[in-house]
């Protein structure tokens, strides 16, 4: 009863116009840049970010829209990697192995319309499951102290930098440099500034909406400029757009598996959509055996990875928003939107701003019938996107992405930083060092290092004291297996080729 | 360019190792707060310090295999943009918003697309449109011009 009566609290919120107005926006927007190659979730929400705290938008409809584009951009994936053979972003990156080849046997807008359906499934299921476990899972939350908390943050390094990148080192490299980056300024508890070289700039610390937007947005156009903007893929036409009714019925219990695996996958401190999609994809083919044809345009293999990644999407907010520990690369840049806004995540979110909460769950429900809605029968209008040239649509990105900085923050120190992440950024792609962790090692650094010395002060420096509850061994034990596992995982599972042209996100 | 196989994951390592010893140098020379406290503030940055250090010599000793470094005219490239986001970020105050974002949206485009006159026209009509976006629909206080002209 209690989840109906905060429901009806979040439905209260999410049914005013303003809200759900933003909700139906962040939806389009979303779905845009879902459907440009190269801008993903995560440069989407990066970008609009600076624009939505410029607006002076309150909490509640900050978050509502940043979601909606998070939720949008899940969905249009899709269209580039369909059309294009081109993933708009890494979780889209299964589909092209089906939704091109269908497209090519000239099925481009049933694989859209199937795609667009798991994509609902998937997301609305997830959704669901969000709004039973989340307050579960926050009151399990009520039990962790700071070893607790400082094992978490581990975790979720461990397993992020597993599953983001193919070699440990870089990984952990990359948390440790967020983790550095997020030293700089004044120490929380002495009040001394560290590592700031005396630039008063720096003691406020490094703003991780610089970082973000630097990193994602930023990185993009470099690589852009180095690739000319080309683009070798061959675009397919769309005709006409009609429900494959039969074809869904058939395909319903690989939406539905396919949303229990990957919300599991997207709950998983880490491991977000791109495991979601990958493992739903995999267990698919593994059902289907030989003759399901995999790889050839079959319908299932759109339904799943799309059923897949959309329903981690949905999975990745709850540890975001029950322990403030992000499950994905968006998620991490939601979490930053939810501290800049001076909430903060974990238990008590429930408890202190049960509005934010639920007005959140209840427009992510609505945003998914917009969705569904907007994929389906406008799915020709999305696909339009695809032709703005590059050209036009970087420098674009890019000029959003200073004016937003500085609307912010109102310092070129920022905007200077910010090119000096993009070119970080760009020079982690090329070298295979995946940058999310970078981000989430500036988001949570301090609140880790925070724990620890609270843990220290409690137990009188005592570092077993780290590992003294069942839950901090339990956590410590997965963040160790979450580190070493992929090592031995990825001699025995093969991720299928995917197109030499597709553009990896993180 | 061809650096030879792994270099680049050497050359950063060696970065890395020499940016964590910095680092940790830098770290032994924080002043202590008054309160008692057996952490402390230096700790954790020796921690991260000894990880990213442990994590540049991997890189140096087991270097993956390197990736297409791009050719010498694209690092100009690359650093022209720089130059000229640098030179934006500095103009955007004193020059307005219309100017300098014409000048660095045309260059940015001519960069992903040597095309003079539509690198022109999306200078043009990136500044013109983003303006009315931002100052008419996102209600964004910009200065159009240089403060002298507006």
Redesign the interface.
């Known amino acids: 009863m209690d989840i109906l009566s905060n429901l009806a609290l979040g439905f209260s919120v999410a049914l005013s116009p303003w809200t759900l107005m933003l909700a139906i926006l962040g939806c389009f927007i979303g779905t845009i840049v879902g459907a440009l190659p190269g801008l993903g979730p995560s440069n989407g929400v990066a970008l609009l970010i600076p624009?939505t705290f410029?607006?002076g938008l309150d909490a509640t409809a900050a978050l509502v829209l940043l979601t909606a584009v998070y939720y949008g951009a899940m969905y249009g994936g899709r269209i580039s990697s369909i059309l294009l053979n081109i993933p708009g972003d890494e979780p889209a990156m299964m589909t092209c192995l089906d939704g091109y080849p269908m497209a090519r046997n000239g099925r481009a807008g049933d694989a859209l319309v199937i795609s667009g359906v798991a994509s609902f499934v998937g997301a609305l299921l997830a959704t669901i499951a969000l709004l039973l476990i989340a307050p579960m899972l926050a009151r399990v939350a009520y039990l962790f102290g700071p070893a607790e908390y400082f094992a978490l943050y581990l975790l979720a390094f461990s397993t992020l930098g597993g599953i983001a990148s193919?070699?440990q080192?870089?990984a952990?490299?990359a948390?440790?440099?967020g983790?550095?980056i997020a030293?700089i300024g004044l120490?929380n508890?002495?009040?001394?500034p560290?590592?700031t070289g005396g630039n008063l700039h720096l003691f406020d610390g490094v703003d991780f909406l610089v970082a973000i937007v630097g990193l994602f947005a930023?990185s993009e156009?470099?690589v852009?400029?180095?690739s000319?903007?080309k683009n070798t893929a061959l675009g397919v036409k769309l005709d006409k757009v009609t429900v494959p009714w039969r074809e869904i019925w058939a395909v319903r219990w690989t939406m539905l598996r396919s949303s229990a695996l990957g919300f599991v996958a997207g709950v998983l401190p880490g491991a977000g959509a791109s495991l979601g999609s990958f493992l739903t994809y995999m267990m698919e083919k593994s059902i289907a055996g030989d003759k399901g044809g995999f790889g050839t345009g079959v319908a299932k293999g759109v339904a799943a990875p799309e059923a897949g990644n959309n329903s981690a999407a949905g999975g990745a907010l709850v540890p975001m928003l029950t322990l403030g520990v992000p499950g994905s690369g968006t998620t991490a840049v939601l979490l930053a939107v939810l501290m800049t806004l001076n909430i903060t995540p974990g238990p008590t979110l429930f408890a202190d701003r049960p509005e934010v909460v639920w007005g959140l769950i209840a427009s992510l429900l609505i945003a998914n019938f917009v969705l569904l809605a907007m994929n389906v029968p406008l799915v020709k209008v999305f696909v339009k996107v695809l032709t703005v040239?590059?050209?036009?649509l970087?420098?674009?990105v890019?000029?959003?992405s200073?004016?937003g900085i500085?609307?912010l923050t109102g310092s070129?120190f920022d905007?200077?930083l910010m090119?000096g992440f993009?070119?970080m950024g760009?020079?982690f792609r090329?070298?295979?060092i995946p940058t999310v962790p970078v981000i989430l090692g500036i988001l949570l650094g301090n609140a880790?290092?925070d724990n620890?010395?609270r843990a220290?002060?409690l137990s009188?420096?005592d570092v077993t004291f780290l590992f003294s509850s069942g839950i901090s061994i339990g956590l410590w034990t997965a963040a160790v297996l979450g580190f070493v596992a992929p090592l031995f995982l990825r001699r025995i599972i093969r991720k299928p080729e995917v197109p030499d042209h597709a553009l990896p996100r993180d | 360019m061809d650096l030879g196989h792994g270099k680049?994951?050497r050359i950063?390592g060696v970065a890395?190792l020499l940016g964590a010893v910095a680092?940790a140098a830098?770290?032994m020379q924080?002043?202590?707060?008054?309160?008692?406290?057996?952490?402390?503030?230096k700790?954790?940055?020796l921690l991260?310090?000894g990880?990213?250090a442990?994590?540049?010599a991997?890189?140096v000793l087991?270097p993956?295999a390197d990736?297409d470094?791009?050719r010498a005219r694209?690092w100009g490239?690359?650093a022209v943009?720089?130059g000229v986001?640098?030179g934006?970020?500095?103009a955007?105050?004193p020059l307005g918003?219309l100017i300098p974002?014409a000048i660095?949206?045309?260059v940015?485009?001519?960069?992903?697309?040597?095309?003079p006159r539509?690198?022109l026209l999306?200078?043009l009509?990136?500044s013109l449109g983003?303006f009315a976006l931002?100052r008419f629909v996102?209600?964004?206080?910009?200065s159009a011009l240089p403060a002298g002209l507006s």
């Not at chain 1, 508890?189 to 001394?192: C, F, H, I, M, Y």
């Not at chain 2, 940015?108 to 095309?115: C, E, G, K, M, V």
């Open positions: 624009i410029s607006m193919k070699n080192a870089k952990a490299l948390s440790a440099i983790l550095g030293m120490d508890q002495t009040g001394l560290r590592f930023v156009v470099f852009f400029i180095e000319h903007g040239p590059p050209q036009l970087l420098p674009g890019m000029m959003v200073f004016v500085y609307s070129y905007l200077l090119i993009g070119a760009w020079l090329k070298l295979d880790m290092e620890l010395r220290m002060i009188d420096g | 680049g994951d950063f890395v680092y830098a770290a924080l002043r202590t707060g008054f309160m008692s406290d057996p952490v402390g503030s700790t954790f940055p991260v310090a990880v990213c442990i994590c540049g991997v890189m087991k993956d990736p470094w791009p694209t490239a690359l943009a720089v986001l640098v934006y970020a500095y955007l105050k918003f974002t660095a949206a045309g940015l485009s001519y960069q992903i697309d040597a095309r539509y690198a999306a200078g009509g990136l983003l931002f996102l209600g964004l206080g910009l």
